[in-house]
Every structure is written in C-alpha cells, then in structure tokens.
C-alpha cells in the first residue's frame, strides 16, 4: 500500500510562511503605528536612566494593534539593554492565560528567572520572591498584562505592583496594562486608582487603506509569489474595515481564504475565495472576540444566550416572546451573582449593550406598537448554544 502523504506537498503551493498571517505573528514593520510605538517608547525610555516609568494603560478595540506595537517596544527596549549591559526588563503576561493576581505574579517571577518556579507557594511568598529578586539584581521591570481586566482580583494585582516601589530601595516595577476596554480603570477599586500615577494611550481603528497596506505586507512573507490577487487583497481589507477596523479579521480572512484555495487546488488567492472564507470566518471571529471580552460582557451575554434558549422573555406583537432589556438585566444580575460577581449599575449595562452591538454580536432596538415608551428589544445574533459554551468555557 502506497503511502497515504504520498503527492501532497504537490497540493500546497500558496502559501510561503502561513505563520505571517497569524495574529500573534509580529513583523519587523507596523504599518500606521509609528505614533503609538514613538508614544509608549518615550514613557518606558526613563527607565534605562534608572527612573520609574509612570503606568500606562492601553485601549483600543481588538485587531487594532495593542499587542503587536507592546511586544515590539518590549523586545527593543530588551535589546537595547542587553546591549548597554542595563539591569532593565521588559515583560509580557498574558492575562487570559494567567487569569489571577496568583497566576501573574508566579509568571512574573519565572520570566525573571526561569530556574524559579513558585507554583504552590502562598501569593505573600512569590511577591515576596519578587521583591528580593528585583532588589537584589537592582532590575527596574517594565510588566505589560495584556487583556488585563480579563484577571481575577485584578484591583489586588494593580495595587500590589504599584505599591511594590515602596518597599523596593533599589529596582523599580512599572504596569503596562492592555485592555478592549475603555472603562477598565473606572472599575479599579478606589484605594487602587488613588495610587496609580498613569498615561493611558488610546488605539483607534484601522481604515479600509490602511488594512490593504498591513495585508499587502503580511502577503508578501505568507504568499508564493503571484499567489494572492490584489482584488482579493482589496476585498478581505474592505471587509474588515466594516468590522470595526480590525486587522486581525483582515489577516484571519485571507488566511482562510488562502486554506479554500488550496483546498480546491486553485493557483492563486482570488476574490471569490474571499468571499467563501467571509462565513467561516465571522464564525469563528465572533466567539474568538466573546471569549476575550470582558467578563461582565461575557455573564451578560450567557444570561441572553440562556434566555433565548428557554425562549423567556414577554409575548411580542407577533405572539413570540421578546426579550426586554429590562427583564435581560434583572436575569444578567442573577447571573452575574451566581459567578460570584457584582453586578453592574444600570447606567453601565446600558453602555454594555451598545458595545456588544457594535461588535455585531446582539441587535438592540425600540419596540414600538404595544410596548411603553422607550422600550427596548434585544435580539442575539449568533447561535445561542455555541455562545453558551464558549462562555462557560471561558468563565
């Protein structure tokens, strides 16, 4: 029996370095962020005088460059040191995967010194840890916790790293957080925002011009040569632009758009695999960006889900029952309280609802005949069961 890979690298010639369309993939330019890069760098420049850099808080939607422009300042600000034999360090946690006040400290420490795993101590003992390895070594750390408001305790983690400064005599501790959320430090409890000395950088949206320059880029390092149209390139930034600027969509819908050409044996990238990947795409975009959002977007958005299942809510003009956002927030509030959260005011679910909106995942709008004044409807725009899981998944 012939083996059954035989001929198969004969089927695969697109792409290049698949790996450049990866969101998590940061090439040696980024394009329109120049700004934001020379802005960050010069907040974080006086630690390589031996001065605390003041915190930084970075906003901006998804897709929008937060991650990629951090991780390039932090990998040169590490360069340079190492270069002039500096004691200054540059890391990056990501608060997803290390989701506790806990769980950042303990990958702080290890980043540091990767001999040293505190898994299992008591918090008190790895901060501990941390303070004497940053005294001892004079090291002045620059951390960026990115998807910061996704960390439990998170008010905790904040004060605790800020606060570390006053017991250090020599090194220094400064934040970089990284949120989608513009709200984020509002909801930093009082004793934690009164200590904070911070810098907050805003990240707005790509345009569809500036999406087709990024995929033009990322396509030549992805692509065999001739293997993309510029149509196709034109249409996935287009798309894209309509999705909030996002460039991460952008690089995921050529991507998928580079698997279905290959998938049906076709020469190049064209527009009509573009089109075909668009589905699939938003598909997978949608739960992607439910599972990174913050976590009472996330309880509100299980607490819908959960409704439209069980079909609650009130009988509408045409006899189907609809769901108010009046009676969504008194379920949201249960349910928030059910994962041990406080739910938020009224005034701040409002604002939540607007945001999910313009992310396409829920439609709001007026109910019209039948219904009292401003009423409300809320309708959800994916499928319930699959937002249901993932949701639950990631709480």
Known sequence: MANVFEGMEEGFRIFKNRDALSPHYIPSEL????????????????????????????????????????????????????????PVMGLYVNGRLHDSEYKVLVK?????????????????????????????????????VDEIDTVKRVSDLVYRLNR???????????????????????????????TLCEVELVFPPYDAEQLRVILTQRAKEAFVEGAVTEDAIALAAAYAAKHSGDARYALLLLLRAGDIAE????????????????????????????????????????????????????????GEPVITSGLLYSVYRKTAEEYGLSPVSDRWFREYLNELQTYGIISVKVAGKGFRGNTRIVELNVDPSKLRSVIEKSL
């Open 263 to 318: 998938e049906e044996g076709a020469e190049r990238v064209e527009r009509i695999h573009v089109e075909k990947a668009r589905k699939r795409v938003e598909e997978d975009i949608v739960y992607d960006m439910v599972s990174t959002l913050p976590e009472q977007h996330r309880v509100l958005l299980l607490a819908l889900a959960n409704m439209v299942l069980k079909k609650s809510g009130i009988s509408g003009f045409s």
């Open 164 to 194: 570390s400064n006053d017991e250090i005599s020599r090194g220094s501790i400064s934040l970089i957080g990284i949120s989608n959320d513009p709200t984020f430090k509002d909801k930093l409890d009082a004793r934690t925002r009164s």
């Open 108 to 144: 702080v420490v290890k980043l540091i010194d990767p001999n040293m795993d505190m898994m299992g101590y008591s918090i008190s003992a790895v901060n501990d840890k941390l303070l004497e390895t940053v005294e001892g070594k004079e090291l002045r750390l620059v951390v960026a």
């Open 31 to 86: 394009p329109f962020r120049e700004r934001e890069i020379s802005l960050l760098s010069r907040k974080i420049a006086p630690v390589l005088s031996g001065r605390k850099p003041e915190n930084i808080f970075i906003y901006g939607k998804t897709g929008t460059g937060k991650t990629a422009v951090t991780k390039k300042v932090l990998s040169d600000l590490n360069e340079y040191a190492r270069k002039k034999g500096l």
